[in-house]
Every structure is written in C-alpha cells, then in structure tokens.
C-alpha cells in the first residue's frame, strides 16, 4: 500500500540553526500538507501546497518557515532559525484532491536545544 | 477565528463498555473528518461525512454529522483494548479554502481490559 514517507524520524538541533524536514507524498497525490503536534496536543494545521506553490497557510507558518518541492517526489519543511518552541513532531501530509482523505506520514519529531 | 472543539478531552473504558466523543465546530462545515492516533503513532483517516443528518457504520463505529453540519458523533460499541488511542475529528469550514482543514484537540480514549 502506498504510503507518506518522512525523514529523519527524530531530528535535534540547536537554537537558531536551520533544519530541512524532507516528505516523500504518495506519488498520484496533488496536494501536500504540513501539520505540527506538539506533545500531547492537538494536531495543527501549519500549510497546504499545491501546483507548485502555497494554497494556504496558518497563523504559525511564519517568515522561519518555507515549504519547497524541488524535484518530483520530495516535499520539504525549512525552519530558518530554530527556536525552542519549535520542538514538536511535524507530520507531512497528502491527497489526492481538496477535501478527501489525507495520509499521514509517520512524523519527524524535531527536538531544539 | 474558527475553533472545532472535542469533548471530552480523555476517557476511560471498560473493556466491553460504549464510548461517544463528540465535535462541535463554531462555523458551519462543507465536510468533517475523523482520525485515529495510536500512542506514538501518526493520524490515520478513519472517514469523511458530507451530508447534513448523515451517519455512517464502520464495523462498531458509527458516525453521524448534524443537520446543521456543525456538530458530529464517534460512538464505539463495545470498545475493545485495540481501539486505545486519540480520535480526532477535522472539520473543513464552508466558504474557505478547501486546503485548510482544522482538527479538533481530540479525546484520547483509555480501555481497561
């Protein structure tokens, strides 16, 4: 079965260091997420991409951070300068259309220190 | 600003006993979805209601969605220790962009066997 696959599953960076989180979506998929769930609370929606740029965006996904598709298959998060409340496990997300099933991938928990 | 709201926060069960958690959204929704997160795991689609009044069976989970598609039901007959987990429900608000889904902070739902 086709699934969302991310890398790494745990990332640790230090404060103001830029970190990349890399997404490879389910290859028929059009539209691509990014969510953000700190620990123990609830999923947060942090961007949505499709046709090559940003479809939408939340109040958190601010100037740290970026989202790019450089090639066919990857999708990936930058936060430029790390901050402590960064911490967090990010989940990539994909679908195949506006308003269907999305799939998760398993997340990558990104600790800063 | 548009909030889906979940109650209650956690919930624990016998084994065999009846579970409902329910979602309340401040604006009308085009759709809502549900998800369930295993502990340590990643959100997995469980389904997608559209309709005012509709109500949909997986098995021993119903789910219905209010006439006025604000509101939506989980109910687990019978809950078994493999239904452990975080459900989630994700509502699209209507006259938005089809890309921003909001998730609800979940029940996270215990099962004492």
């Known amino acids: 079965e086709p699934e969302v696959t991310q890398t790494p599953s745990h990332q640790v960076t230090q404060m103001g260091q830029e970190v990349i989180l890399r997404c490879v979506p389910i290859?028929?998929?059009?539209?691509f997420y990014w969510y953000r769930q700190i620990l123990g609370q609830k999923v947060e929606f942090l961007v949505s991409f499709y046709n090559n740029e940003i479809s939408e965006k939340s109040e958190i996904f601010d100037d740290q951070f970026s989202v790019e598709r450089p090639d066919g298959s990857n999708f990936t998060l930058k936060i430029r300068s790390t901050k402590l409340e960064d911490s967090a496990m990010y989940f990539c997300?994909?679908?195949?259309?506006?308003?269907?099933?999305?799939?998760f991938g398993q997340g990558t928990r990104l600790t800063v220190v | 600003g548009q909030q889906v709201m979940q109650i209650p926060q956690y919930q624990h069960v016998q084994e065999g006993e009846d579970f409902t958690t329910y979602c309340n959204s401040s604006t009308t929704l085009s759709n809502i979805q549900w998800y369930k997160q295993r502990p340590g795991g990643h959100p997995v689609f469980l389904i997608q209601?559209?309709?005012?009044?509709e109500v949909k069976k997986q098995k021993r989970l119903t789910f219905q969605f209010g006439e006025a598609k604000k509101n939506s039901s989980l109910h687990i007959t019978a809950t078994q220790t493999t239904d452990v987990g975080t459900y989630f429900c994700?509502?699209?608000?209507?006259?938005?962009?089809?890309?921003?889904?909001?998730f609800g902070p979940g029940t996270s739902l215990s099962v004492i066997p």
């Open positions: 290859s028929n998929h059009l539209y």
């Open positions: 209601l559209v309709k005012s009044g």
């Open positions: 997300a994909s679908s195949r259309g506006t308003a269907t099933e999305a799939f």
């Open positions: 994700a509502g699209l608000p209507m006259k938005t962009s089809y890309d921003k889904v909001i």
